[in-house]
């Protein structure tokens, strides 16, 4: 069943997207907040005894500081689970540090109109919230906040604050940006005329892909190994030239794929997680992508060929030209917003 593709918040206001993978996929949780997986962070020695760290503020945004605790943190968590703005995949750490501040600026914004909106979310519907993420994966009380604790956050009292200020976030979006998108039958069937041949084709591409997996527990030195891995697998693959298969060998983690090198076969674009389908359509035949981080772990994707099928079910294409529609219409309107609020707030960064 087509689940739409639309932008990491709207998406999370809306559905949830399917997964990349060659047989069925795994359904993505349909929750609004899951904890975040680790991405990388910069590994920091142990203080000497009897030392002790002082916080230091890396940027101000009106009256509310961002502290150099909370930069390093979310650099530990997955970048913009509910960003709308996707960005490439950094692969040095002081690009992930300026993307993660850009972002941690943008929060502050959002978390600024939410509060003149007098939005709030309630004890109760933030403890339901954790209490869903916790029963999906399995885990105990005691083992859910050694996850917390892995993710960078000091406390589960520092997580609820966390999933509050998610839950506030996408109220504020549904209230600011998705009550004004506007997508018309006319502009579905354009793109329907335009590119699917009046709804009788549509695309289907066949790929591959190496991925190398990061467990929902895994610390963010463990994550920071793994990113590291993949661009080594990507630096063998597209700079050094080494054959795809041998690099897959020692690269795939994906065990409904490894014998295949990777294989997926051919797909259509909506059966695909919005990250990985997107960068896969912008590729050309024989083109590798940088590192892409889906909610599985890091890719790297080869586009291999492509060719047009006889559309089954112009319902499911309709209903993805319409998600497509809207998840650009929804990113060109939350980047004109916080162009906005950028221009009217006082924003000082201090690294």
């Known amino acids: 069943m087509l689940k739409p593709t639309l932008a990491a918040a709207l998406l999370a206001l ?21 904890p975040p997986k680790p991405v990388p962070t910069v590994r920091r020695a142990a203080l000497p005894q009897g030392y002790h760290e002082v916080d230091g503020v890396v940027a101000t945004v009106g009256d509310t500081a961002i502290l150099q605790s909370e930069l ?7 970048r913009g689970g509910n960003d709308p703005v996707q960005t490439a995949e950094p692969r040095s750490a002081e690009a992930l540090r300026k993307q993660t501040l850009d972002t941690l600026i943008d929060n502050a914004l959002v978390a600024k109109a939410a509060k003149d909106l007098g939005l709030v979310v309630s004890d109760g519907e ?23 604790r892995n993710m960078g956050f000091p406390t589960l009292a520092a ?17 600011k940006i998705a009550g004004k998108l506007r997508v018309t039958d006319d502009e579905v069937k354009r793109i329907i005329e335009q590119e699917y041949a009046g709804g009788q084709f549509e695309d289907e591409v066949h790929s591959r892909h190496m991925l190398i997996g990061v467990p929902d527990d895994a610390s963010p030195q463990r994550v920071t190994e793994l990113r590291d891995r993949a661009w080594h697998c990507y630096d063998d693959v597209a700079v050094h030239k080494k054959p795809w298969d041998e690099v897959s060998d020692d690269c795939n983690d994906d065990s409904a794929t490894s014998e295949g090198h990777g294989d997926l076969g051919w797909q259509k674009r909506w059966t695909l997680d919005p990250t990985f389908g997107g960068k896969l359509w912008s590729l050309q035949p024989g083109e590798i992508s940088t590192v892409v981080q889906t909610p599985y772990g890091f890719h790297i994707i080869q586009f291999l060929e492509r060719r047009r099928v006889p559309v089954k079910d112009k319902e499911v294409l309709e209903q993805f030209v319409r998600a497509r529609l809207q998840e650009e219409q929804f990113t060109k309107l939350y980047k004109a917003w916080l162009d906005e609020m950028r221009s009217t707030s006082h924003i000082d960064v201090r690294l």
């Open 126 to 148: 933030v403890d339901g919230q954790i209490d869903q993420t916790r029963k999906r994966m399995h885990k105990s009380a005691d083992e859910f906040e050694d996850i917390v």
């Open 159 to 175: 997580y609820r604050q966390h999933v509050r200020t998610e839950m506030v976030r996408v109220q504020m979006l549904r209230a």
């Open 72 to 78: 390093r943190r979310a650099m530990g968590q997955t």
């Open 14 to 34: 809306l559905v949830a997207p399917t997964v990349a993978r060659a047989a069925d996929p795994a359904p993505v949780p349909t929750e609004v907040i899951a």
